[in-house]
């Protein structure tokens, strides 16, 4: 498995980074790893979501349709509530 080393943490966030694993009752480094475990994985499932969107709009454009910006008559329908 990998290891990282973290150099030149502010003190101030270094005592704040050990009270909220104090406060999870894990271990530094325990508290670490899932932090960098959640942040892979949030990237990687925004990632997925940006491909599904493109693909979803060039399947609509596909269909011959022009989809542009509706910005007008949202406000529009708002407006008229």
């Known amino acids: 498995m990998a290891q990282i080393l973290v150099r030149g943490i502010a003190d101030d966030v270094m005592r704040a980074f050990k009270e909220r694993a104090r406060r999870h009752g894990r271990s530094q480094e325990q508290e670490a ?13 925004w990632e997925r979501f940006e491909k599904f969107s493109a693909r979803m709009l060039r399947e609509l454009r596909r269909g011959g349709e022009a989809y542009g910006d509706s910005t007008r008559e949202i406000r529009a329908d708002r407006d008229s509530r």
């Not at 790893?33 to 499932?45: D, H, T, V």
């Open 33 to 45: 790893r899932l932090l960098i475990e959640e942040a892979a994985l949030e990237s990687e499932g």
